[in-house]
């Protein structure tokens, strides 16, 4: 993923965004720092938190209980950064995160993510949908 014959700030968005979800997959937060601009914020819209600075967001997930796994199911090219649709889970759990993430000279400098539980639907619906 690290591809150290491009320097970081003229990395395309899709690219940085792979490289903070491997990063957290493989457990290396302190490895994704420099993805991350000074000013970094990300934005929890669920739960209404904003997270402040790359070391309080790297901090944040490094303490998260667990041991979590970061799929990307999916990324698309937005103007000025990507979309992500990650699976994470661990031997319990199961959610997605839908990472908006803004890019500029190769870092992230903002994030707005959204997360949602991988489980069964709040009542019964099948006689309008099918499950996969």
């Not at 968005?13 to 493989?26: K, N, P």
């Not at 600075?53 to 998260?64: R, T």
Request: charged share 30%.
């Amino acid at each position: 993923m690290n591809r150290p014959d491009v320097p970081l700030t003229e990395r395309k968005g899709r690219d940085v965004a792979i490289e903070l979800w491997h990063c957290f997959d493989q457990r290396r937060f302190r490895d994704a720092l420099p993805l991350l601009s000074e000013d970094f914020e990300a934005h929890w819209p669920n739960t209404r938190e904003r997270i402040c600075g790359p070391e309080n967001f790297i901090a944040l997930n490094e303490s998260y209980p667990g041991t979590w796994r970061c799929t990307v199911q999916r990324i698309d090219e937005c103007a000025d950064g990507v979309v992500t649709v990650t699976k994470i889970s661990d031997v319990n759990t199961s959610l997605f995160a839908v990472s908006l993430f803004e890019v500029r000279c190769g870092r992230i400098v903002r994030a707005e993510e959204y997360f949602a539980y991988n489980g069964a639907p709040p009542h019964d619906r099948s006689a309008f949908t099918e499950r996969y």
